[in-house]
């Protein structure tokens, strides 16, 4: 029960960040203001988030200030980490500061609620762990390959009769060695994918997540049988099966082109909305960006992303489509200017 008012709590904070940059955006126009009222008068849980928010941003003009003077002396995100080596950060062309005071209230919202949460603090003991914007490949006892994606936690324990996985967040691609009398099981919420020697992505977060076979086959069932009308399937190579808390869903034959295109350090997105882009991109990102114009998060896009150049990609967007890109303080806020 407190996880689910947590959760409710920074969702409505989550939305009252949201309300503030849009109503200080200096786009904002008469009925958007009342929409927010309105949205602010649906409880007292509504109206308590944007008072705290509205709160936050009179209290921490100076914190931001002080995190502004930082990145300009030269602390800035770090670049994304391969393999087991230490981050390092690349010369890059930054995105262009302002910091007019009608985007402070995000800016600085986002940047003490979510942008800079220290997100190791996430499953600490976790046996192998990423961090944001960061990847490792580990190698197994049996010789079994791990490839870690950004925020990720995993647990392994291997017993005398299995290989066992727990992807407690985040994705990982697996390259299991060949063992008919130890099978790989890994599990990650209700549900485990079980593997002898074969090929496959798993992802999770929030409850929710899709498994991908690329070579060999595997067996998904869900752990909690009694709450689902089928309990196990077998996908083949190129399958994919979708899955959240105690259901899972298999997709149509042939996963989307680009999958596993993050084990090359590359993001590939075909006809996605340009909001779903937009959260995919965020994955591997500290400094989030957040979409001010909802008329284009439904804007279909199409987009290969070097993983090192996200920002680059962000400052193309303005030649591409009718959008100002800003970076102000801890937040990218793209907005219209059609």
């Known amino acids: 029960m407190k996880k689910l008012i947590t959760a409710n709590r920074d969702r409505l904070e989550q939305e009252a960040v949201d309300w503030l ?9 008469a009925d958007d203001f009342v929409e927010c009222a309105n949205w602010r008068n649906r409880s007292h849980a509504h109206n308590q988030a944007y008072q705290k928010i509205n709160t936050l941003w009179d209290q921490l003009d100076a914190p931001l200030l002080v ?10 995100e770090p670049a994304l980490n ?3 080596q230490a981050t390092q950060s690349a010369p890059k062309r930054r995105l262009s500061k ?5 985007f402070l209230a995000a800016a600085i919202v986002a940047w003490v609620t979510f942008s800079w949460f220290p997100d190791y603090l ?5 046996d192998y762990r990423t961090l944001i914007g960061e990847q490792k490949t580990v190698r197994l006892e049996d010789g079994s ?17 299995a290989r066992h996985i727990e992807l407690l967040q985040g994705e990982a691609a697996f390259e299991v060695s060949h063992d008919d009398h130890k099978p790989f099981i890994v599990a990650s919420g209700n549900i485990q994918t079980r593997a002898v020697g074969t090929q496959f992505i798993v992802r999770y977060d929030n409850h929710q997540g899709l498994i991908t076979l690329l070579e060999g086959k595997v067996q998904v069932s869900n752990t909690n049988k009694a709450e689902d009308g089928h309990n196990a399937i077998t996908l083949n190579p190129n399958e994919q099966v979708a899955y959240q808390d105690n259901r899972f869903t298999p997709l149509p034959h042939g996963y989307p082109d680009g999958a596993d295109a993050w084990l090359n350090g590359r993001l590939q997105m075909n006809f996605v909305t340009f909001g779903q ?3 995919e991109i965020n994955r591997y990102r500290r400094v989030k960006v957040r979409l001010l114009a909802p008329q284009l998060a439904q804007r279909k896009i199409n987009a290969v992303i070097d993983l090192k150049q996200i920002d680059a990609w962000l400052e ?23």
Request: charged letters at 15%.
């Open 67 to 76: 995190w502004h003077e930082q990145t300009l002396s030269g602390t800035e």
């Open 122 to 126: 996430s499953y600490p003991l976790a």
């Open 82 to 84: 391969q393999g087991n």
């Open 277 to 279: 882009a937009i959260d």
């Open 316 to 338: 193309a967007l303005e030649s591409t489509l009718p959008v100002a890109v800003r970076q102000v303080g801890p937040l990218v806020l793209i907005s219209s200017t059609g």
């Open 145 to 161: 390959i791990l490839h870690l994606n950004t925020d990720t936690a995993i647990n392994v324990h291997y017993s005398a009769s």
């Open 98 to 102: 302002v910091w007019p005071k009608r």
């Open 21 to 29: 940059a849009r109503l200080t955006s200096g786009e904002a126009v």
